[in-house]
């Protein structure tokens, strides 16, 4: 993803190997996004399965009938999947972590058995996030390493997200750094152009405009694990290399 592209087209036209995940603090912000990758694929008669806490499948199956889907059809053709994520969690995890095999089976058999009927799938799924919120944080990295092992023997995409301020201290402790290394794509906010615009304000009150322009050219020149929007990426950079200056940026993020 170029710095540039904003994240509707991203999720409108995933790669097959894509792994994309959302930080969100509004379920708004959420339903959008969800409603945006499942309803493009729905619209080019791909499937999509969706395993979601059920206040959130409730929101999306609204959003999608609202943007003139037939959930009820879509659901009874198998093209829409919706699947409880704390039901379909439990069995595969095995004590505190999630078990290879058992996933393997039942993900891996949903999706296989789903590409029978419609070869293009899109998956999105909100367990990784259950474990996280849980404080099992060894799980969900684990959980989503088995999606990437995953999406390396079947195709398809996948997008997940994680309630998460991008703009607190505590998601810049570690939290936002292993979460990008999991994923291919990061989307940390609704508006990228006034996301980055306020990052570099927020850079310039702190160090200057000139230092605060060279903060911007070496953070994009980084290469962050996963591709996000430049703001995003010199909030990352300055927490790694000036975490002292990272905190006042973000004070001054969160004030405005």
Not at 222 to 234: F, I, K, N
Request: glycine residues 6%; hydrophobic residues 45%; contains cysteine.
């Amino acid at each position: 993803m170029k710095t540039g592209e904003e994240w509707q087209d991203l999720l409108s036209v995933p790669g097959t190997e894509d792994h994309i995940v959302q930080v969100y603090t509004e379920p708004a912000f959420l339903v959008e996004g969800v409603a945006a990758y499942v309803g493009t694929g729905l619209k080019q008669n791909e499937a999509a399965i969706i395993i979601a806490r059920p206040e959130h499948r409730a929101l999306f199956e609204a959003e999608l009938e609202r943007r003139g889907f037939d959930v009820a059809s879509l659901i009874a053709r198998g093209q829409l999947r919706l699947l409880d994520a704390a039901v379909t969690l439990a069995q595969f995890m095995r004590g505190n972590l999630p078990d290879w095999a058992a996933f393997h089976k039942l993900i891996g058999g949903v999706i296989a058995e789903t590409r029978l009927q419609y070869p293009t799938v899109r998956a999105y799924g909100e367990m990784v996030d259950i474990l996280w919120h849980e404080e099992k944080r060894d799980a969900a990295i684990k959980l989503e390493e088995f999606w990437n092992d995953l999406i390396s023997l079947q195709t398809f995409s996948l997008f997940c997200a994680y309630r998460m301020d991008n703009f607190a201290s505590e998601s810049y402790a570690g939290p936002l750094q292993c979460i990008c290394k999991v994923h291919s794509h990061l989307i940390p906010a609704r508006d990228y152009a006034a996301f980055n615009k306020s990052v570099i304000e927020a850079s310039q009150a702190v160090l200057g405009a000139p230092l605060a322009n060279v903060l911007k050219t070496i953070s994009t020149q980084a290469a962050p694990s996963a591709q996000m929007p430049e703001g995003q990426a010199a909030l990352l950079w300055l927490r790694e290399k000036m975490p002292c200056t990272a905190e006042k940026v973000l004070d001054k993020l969160r004030a405005a």
